[in-house]
């Protein structure tokens, strides 16, 4: 697939970051193929990892260090289990030794090999790492810089202007409706009377997937998404990282099972709950869904699962037609700005990730495409922004809780699109565009560096 293929939006991995940890292990994992591609692989005998900015400044809390291991080891971040990872990484941290690719051991000190170069900003992006092989020697083998760019989506050497780049330089005429803003999404959607997923589903055959492929991947993506949540409903203690935030969800779903059904709000309760257990889960460690990241990766399985539980009018092919109206919309966001909360801030995560909710819940309602982008539109405008200050530089505080205001600001961003009558005077464009400058002029201590806001307001000892 493409890299412009709305699919590549979402991404199974590991927690808790997708920008810090998901990123850093594909890019790790990419740095030891190309040494067995170069047939340099059994002449290692050291190799490092340099992680810079953004990524030293939150690398412990965000597992950097353990996702830098992992993917040297050369695991999949898609099929490990994350206990294998999380014994994989202990047992190389206590022996320091570390199976290059699974193959070839090497001393491997971590304390030496994973350096933070926490006041170093490589220029291209604030998400820099660079890996290093030498020989025996100590002659340099091979040495690759890379960024990770929000998302897991990871680009070697240049990596904003390559990735933005690769962007631009899309839609082959294969692709019978191509896009570059929503206003052209708009368009196509309105010549050709599909609607957004639909003109999605065409676009993804023309890249050269078959049908049958398309809706396999968005069951795939589904499964994962509720196997995540399913998990951080029934678990209970406190989460990893040393601040002892207690998991929430599963105490929450019985103390909603026990009170009485009158409650009219308590679907507002519902929908938390589903998003505090998915990013309880993140925040752990487990297997999670970039959607579009993993710091947001509760927003859309909860409004997923507002709509599974909670309508059931709605057949099961109403969740492919949110995905694929959700990932369109996140797309567009990728394409015009970023979802890097190391450029843009928390708007550029969890205000996306209720934007693509706020678009998928508003098609299936049975809204217009004009109304869907409406819905995207008015789930950012209120998320505009939002800085990232991870309290101690965990995915915890308040990276959980700011999932479950997100999805219900979606839904109520969809509940407003649907009763207004399309005169609305901001468009999703204009919003994009506003997150874009707006996370351009945020200073850098509130985005994803720890470095202020309630990272230093709330001491953690």
Not at 134 to 139: Q, Y
Not at 250 to 275: C, E, F, G, H, N
Not at 369 to 396: F, K, N, R, S
Request: charged share 20%.
């Amino acid at each position: 697939m493409q890299p412009y293929s709305v699919q590549d939006l979402f991404k199974v991995g590991l927690g808790p970051s997708s920008s810090h940890t998901l990123g850093p292990m594909r890019a790790a994992e990419r740095f030891v193929l190309h040494l067995q591609e170069k047939g340099l692989l059994e002449q290692v005998t050291q190799v490092r990892a340099d992680l810079y900015g953004s990524l030293a400044l939150t690398g412990v809390g965000h597992a950097t260090d353990k996702a830098v291991v992992l993917g040297l080891c050369g695991l999949d971040a898609a099929t490990i289990d994350p206990q294998d990872a999380d014994q994989t990484f202990l047992r190389v941290r206590t022996e320091q030794q570390l199976p290059l690719a699974g193959q070839h051991s090497v001393r491997f000190d971590l304390d030496e090999s994973v350096r933070f170069f926490k006041d170093i900003f490589l220029p291209e992006h604030p998400n820099g790492m660079r890996f290093t092989a030498e020989d025996a020697n100590g002659i340099v083998l091979l040495s690759e810089t890379w960024y990770s760019v929000g998302g897991g989506a990871i680009a070697n050497e240049l990596a904003r202007d390559s990735a933005h780049r690769d962007l631009l330089n899309e839609f082959p005429d294969s692709r019978p409706y191509p896009f570059f803003n929503a206003t052209e999404l708009l368009a196509r959607c309105h010549t050709s009377g599909l609607s957004i997923a639909e003109v999605t589903r065409d676009n993804e055959l023309g890249l050269g997937s078959r049908e049958a492929e398309v809706k396999q991947w968005c069951q795939h993506i589904l499964d994962a998404m509720f196997a995540c949540l399913d998990r951080g409903m029934t678990l209970t203690g406190a989460l990893p990282g040393g601040l002892d935030v207690q998991r929430r969800a599963a105490r929450m779903v019985k103390s909603l099972k026990a009170q009485p059904t009158t409650d009219d709000l308590a679907l507002i309760d519902w929908v938390s709950v589903y998003a505090l257990a998915v990013n309880e889960e993140n925040a752990a460690g487990g297997r999670v869904v970039t959607a579009p990241t993993n710091g947001s990766a509760g927003v859309i399985p909860a409004v997923l699962a507002y709509i599974r539980f909670h309508l059931p009018q709605l057949d099961h092919n109403a969740e492919q037609t949110f995905l694929l109206t959700a990932a369109t919309v996140g797309w567009l966001y990728k394409r015009n700005a970023s979802i890097s909360a190391a450029e843009m801030g928390c708007q550029g995560e969890i205000g996306v990730a209720s934007s693509m909710a706020a678009a998928g819940l508003a098609a299936v309602l049975g809204g217009t495409p004009a109304q869907a982008e409406h819905a995207a539109e008015i789930a950012m405008e209120h998320h505009l922004g939002m800085t990232c200050d991870p309290v101690g530089g965990l995915v915890q505080v308040p990276c959980i809780e700011r999932n479950a205001f997100g999805a219900v600001k979606a839904i109520q961003a969809a509940r407003l699109a649907l009763r207004e009558p399309g005169d609305h005077r901001v468009s999703l464009d204009q919003v994009i565009e506003t997150m874009r400058q707006t996370g351009e002029d945020m200073t850098a201590k509130y985005k994803e560096t720890a470095l202020g806001g309630l990272a230093v307001n709330v001491v953690v000892c």
